[in-house]
Structures are given as structure tokens and as C-alpha cells.
């Protein structure tokens, strides 16, 4: 279930701490050791937030040119990989602000019924036996679930049960109580698992998953 | 446990992030309640596609890009100083060559008063001392007061200061490092970040020892 364990630096095996000071002294090798371990994570973790595939590149790599203008006067006060992913969500905060965020993949296929719950209308796909698509479909519809959730429940969410890191971190990069994050994640939890009702409920009085 | 609060807890459940004790009171609750029942069968749906989301892969010339655009930064970074300086130079030529003038001036007296100092008279100078970004120690005398690190971008405005304090010992002679603390560096995304942090310490004289 853990996709996001990060890569195994194949040339380097300093710290990312280690290699952000080396990069502030100039070694450009170290930062793109870094680019390297990190680009996926950050990449993922706009596209879940945002939604928007061009705009999570372009939000990604924001993130690691900031980080290398501060690289001079980066100092070891947090991990680094907190530290990154802060200045992602920042600028994901920014970017959902500025734009007024339009959903884009459940635009035309959620609207709100007369009592304003959403609903989602699903593909008629279900009879495919593949399991593979099945699984596939799955995902796409929570991600697309997990997009209509407010701000607040998504990024904490994202953190925990897609990029599934722990309750500490996720605290340090919201810089918010671990309680606050606990109880946003489950709230959030409950939102998806309401959105996805329609379709779940109709086939989920079955056996557990 | 009431329904409402196992089913704001079943998400955990279902990620085993629940104690032992909460867990078996959810499993209790759930085995008698049908409708709890089905709200974690849902729960267990919706935890277990959340792990089915597919990552996606960043594009093949992320990184080229990337590397692009810091060269971009770097390039126009180099520009900006170099037409700053060059500004500079233009629009303060007067004050320039007033402080030139100055610095002339002081270095001249600077020679008189060391030439008075070796023959023991207690006569000290203000040091003006610039350390390169980041890099927040210097070097002090006994007695002096640091009177400041200022933050280029925010004027002289100081934020730190520190007396120096006495040696430990006053037999041999009285120089040594002073270290002083500034604030940390914004973050990326800060309001600020684009300020260029650089301490500028300022010593002043105090009324230090003969040395």
C-alpha cells in the first residue's frame, strides 16, 4: 500500500539534511540528488491537492526552486523532507486561493442534489470483470472524492492515507496540534466515505473489502 | 461507545491506528450494531481505495526543466548585483566621494592613533565589521558592546545585542571571538524570502583594557 517510500539514492548516500547544506555551498550535484528523490512525492502530492496535473508540475517545481534560492541559508532546524513538503502545500494554499479552485475531473459529473449532497454519477463500467480496472476505477473515484473535500480536511488527509506519513510530521508541516490533525483526517475520512455513499451503498452490503 | 463516536473512529480502525482498548470496544459496538456494520464495511471501502489511488510520474524533463530555470535564477541573480552596484555608483557619486574622502581622512588618523597606542595611551576605534551571509560571529575586545546585526532589506535595524563579557583571564591578551546569535533565515514561501539576510555586526568601544 505504501507507494511513497522514496527512493534509494543510487549515487549518494548522505542524508537529505546533509545534501541541502551541500547544496548550499554550491555542490548543484547534491541538489539534484535531491530533485531526484523528491520530485515524485511532490508531484503526487500537488496533484492530489490540486487536482491538476500541469499545475502540480508547475507547483513542483516551484517548490524545489525556492528551495534552492534558500539553500545558502539553510539550516538544519527541521527534516528536510518536512521542510520541502511545507513549502509545497504553501504554495498549493497559494495557488487554491489565487484561482479560486475549480474542480476539474468531477466538474460535469458531480452536482448537488436538491437536499445538497453531492453526488457522483459513475461510468457504467461496473460489469467488467478485470480486476485491475476495477481497482483502477476505485482509486479515481476517491481521488476525485478526496479533491471535493474543503482545504483543511484534504491536505491532512493527502498526508496520512496517500502519502501516508505519520500524525508527527503531518502536525510540523500544517503546523497544527496533533489532535487538530486527527480529528480533520477523520472528518475528512467521514466526508469521503459520505460522497462515495451513492455508489458504495448500493453494492458495499456485502462482505468487507 | 456510542454509534457516533465509533463512526468517527472507524477510519482509524480500519488503519489500525486505534489503541487495543478503543479498537475491541469498536469491534464490540460494530458486532451488535447493523448499522455501525455497515458504515465500516463502507469505511473499510473507502480506506482500501484510498490506497488504490495511482501515483502519477513526474514528467521526463522534470528535472531538465528544473535545472533550467535555477541557471535562469542564477543568471539574473548575478545581473541584479551587478546593476545594483553599478546604480549605486551612479546615483551616489557625490556621497561617494565625500566617504572616500572620509576613509582617507581615517586612515590617516587611524596611523596616528596606533602610532599613540604603543606608547600605552588607551585609545580605541569603532570597528565596522561586514561577515559574509549566514556567518554570525565576530571577532570582539574585551568590554566592547556589539551594538547590533542588521538584516539587508530591513535597514539598520538591529535585533541582537550582546556585551562582551570578561575573559577569563586578563594576563594574556584580552582579543577573543564573541559569538552572536541572530534570527533564523525565512522560509521559502515566507513573506520575506527574498530579502538578502546579511549581518552586519558593529562593534563600539567600551571601556575595555589597554592592549
Not at chain 1, 494554499?93 to 460535469?108: M, P, Q
Not at chain 2, 470496544?25 to 488504490?52: D, F, T
Request: aromatic share 8%.
Amino acid at each position: 500500500m505504501t507507494r511513497y517510500t522514496g527512493n534509494r539514492p543510487r549515487g549518494r548516500d548522505e542524508s537529505d539534511e546533509q545534501l541541502m547544506l551541500n547544496a548550499g555551498q554550491g555542490d548543484r550535484n547534491a541538489f539534484d540528488e535531491l530533485v531526484r528523490r523528491y520530485s515524485s512525492r511532490m508531484v503526487n502530492v500537488a496533484y492530489q491537492v490540486l487536482g491538476d496535473r500541469e499545475l502540480a508540475e508547475d507547483v513542483a517545481q516551484e517548490t524545489f526552486l525556492r528551495a534552492y534560492k534558500s539553500a545558502a541559508r539553510y539550516r538544519q532546524i527541521s527534516k528536510f523532507s518536512t521542510w520541502l513538503y511545507t513549502i509545497a502545500l504553501n504554495l498549493c494554499r497559494n495557488e487554491l486561493r489565487r484561482r479560486k479552485f475549480k474542480t476539474y475531473s468531477l466538474e460535469g459529473m458531480a452536482e448537488r442534489d436538491e437536499d445538497s449532497k453531492i453526488r457522483v454519477d459513475i461510468p457504467d463500467e461496473k460489469t467488467q470483470p478485470d480486476l485491475d480496472m476495477e481497482r483502477k476505477e476505485a482509486g479515481t473515484l476517491v481521488r476525485q472524492a478526496v479533491e471535493k473535500l474543503p482545504e483543511k480536511f484534504k491536505a491532512p488527509l493527502v498526508l496520512r492515507d496517500i502519502q501516508e506519513l505519520t500524525y508527527e510530521e503531518i502536525s510540523k508541516i500544517l503546523d497544527l496540534p496533533e489532535g487538530t490533525v486527527k480529528s480533520r483526517i477523520n472528518r475528512g475520512r467521514m466526508r469521503v466515505k459520505e460522497i462515495l455513499k451513492p455508489y458504495y451503498g448500493s453494492e458495499s452490503s456485502g462482505g468487507v473489502s | 461507545m456510542k454509534c457516533s463516536q465509533v463512526i468517527e473512529n472507524l477510519g482509524s480502525y480500519c488503519r489500525h491506528e486505534l489503541a487495543d482498548t478503543q479498537a475491541h470496544a469498536v469491534e464490540e459496538h460494530i458486532a451488535s450494531c447493523p448499522q455501525c456494520m455497515k458504515e465500516y464495511r463502507l469505511m473499510a471501502r473507502v480506506m482500501g481505495a484510498l490506497g488504490e489511488i495511482e501515483p502519477i510520474e513526474p514528467r521526463e524533463d522534470f528535472s531538465l526543466r528544473l535545472s533550467e530555470k535555477i541557471d535562469d535564477w542564477e543568471a539574473r541573480k548575478r545581473v541584479f548585483w551587478l546593476g545594483a552596484l553599478a546604480g549605486f555608483i551612479r546615483s551616489n557619486r557625490r556621497v561617494l566621494a565625500t566617504a572616500a574622502t572620509v576613509f582617507v581622512f581615517s586612515l590617516l588618523t587611524s596611523v596616528l592613533v596606533i602610532q599613540r597606542m604603543g606608547s600605552g595611551e588607551d585609545v580605541r576605534l569603532e570597528e565596522r565589521m561586514v561577515s559574509p551571509a549566514g556567518i554570525t560571529g565576530e571577532r570582539g575586545y574585551t568590554g566592547d558592546v556589539v551594538e547590533g546585526i542588521a538584516m539587508e532589506g530591513f535597514g539598520m535595524e538591529s535585533f541582537a545585542m550582546r556585551e562582551i563579557p570578561q575573559p577569563a583571564s586578563t594576563t594574556s591578551d584580552s582579543v577573543y571571538m564573541h559569538y552572536v546569535t541572530g534570527d533564523r533565515p525565512a522560509y521559502p514561501g515566507e513573506e520575506f524570502e527574498d530579502y538578502v539576510y546579511r549581518p552586519v555586526v558593529r562593534t563600539v568601544s567600551g571601556s575595555g583594557q589597554t592592549f
